[in-house]
T-cell receptor
């Protein structure tokens, strides 16, 4: 079974501070994704990765950066957090080889920016 | 552009059938998906249908696909309180390698 660990699961921070969320997978799936979930907006794609050092922007990428230096880790960074980035962040991996298809989600990271 | 629309709320009584509807825009989507999200958890794949099918049944779940109208529905028979959750419809994008496109989710509330 695919395993995803997101850390931290909960974080409270102040406006202007940097924040990094980590997504770790236990298998060698090529495609990884970061989504945010907000009431009234559903799930929106922030960034995704299709391999080590290969990333691309999603629908709501402004204010976020990502890095993938190893297959198993996909990091999401908020360089200077704002209150509008208060959200629940989900990491997902694609279980298909082509990048689309069944997604397996982590448990989420709840971020509050004061 | 690509978009997936769902009604936001559905309330049913235990034992009744629930029907959650979804419309999508990309006629080239090869697969369409239903995900379920329970409180405090991530999304879990519930079922999916290939675009050349018009119906798929899996125990209490029935998925109907009308490609002409770009309409997808999920029917849950004998709905239980444990089915209370948010249900997301998703379509495959027209560009390979990019992410699924999700609707905003339908919150299903089941009362006993």
């Amino acid at each position: 079974d695919a395993g995803i660990t997101q850390s931290p699961r909960h974080k409270v921070t102040e406006t202007g501070t940097p924040v990094t969320l980590r997504c770790h997978q236990t298998e060698n799936h090529r495609y990884m994704y970061w989504y945010r979930q907000d009431p009234g907006h559903g799930l929106r794609l922030i960034h995704y990765s299709y391999g080590v050092k290969d990333t691309d922007k999603g629908e709501v990428s402004d204010g976020y950066s990502v890095s993938r230096s190893k297959t198993e880790d996909f990091l999401l960074t908020l360089e200077s957090a704002t209150s509008s980035q208060t959200s629940v962040y989900f990491c997902a991996i694609s279980l298909g080889t082509g990048g689309t298809g069944e997604l397996f989600f982590g448990e989420g990271s709840r971020l509050t920016v004061l | 552009g690509e978009d997936v629309e769902q009604s936001l709320f559905l309330s049913v009584r235990e034992g009744d059938s629930s029907v959650i509807n979804c419309t999508y825009t990309d006629s080239s989507s090869t697969y369409l998906y239903w995900y379920k999200q329970e409180p405090g958890a991530g999304l879990q794949l519930l079922t999916y249908i290939f675009s050349n099918m018009d119906m798929k049944q899996d125990q209490r779940l029935t998925v109907l696909l009308n490609k002409k109208d770009k309409h997808l529905s999920l029917r849950i028979a004998d709905t239980q309180t444990g089915d209370s959750a948010i249900y997301f419809c998703a379509e495959t994008p027209n560009q390979a390698g990019t992410a699924l496109i999700f609707g905003k989710g339908t919150t299903l509330s089941v009362s006993s």
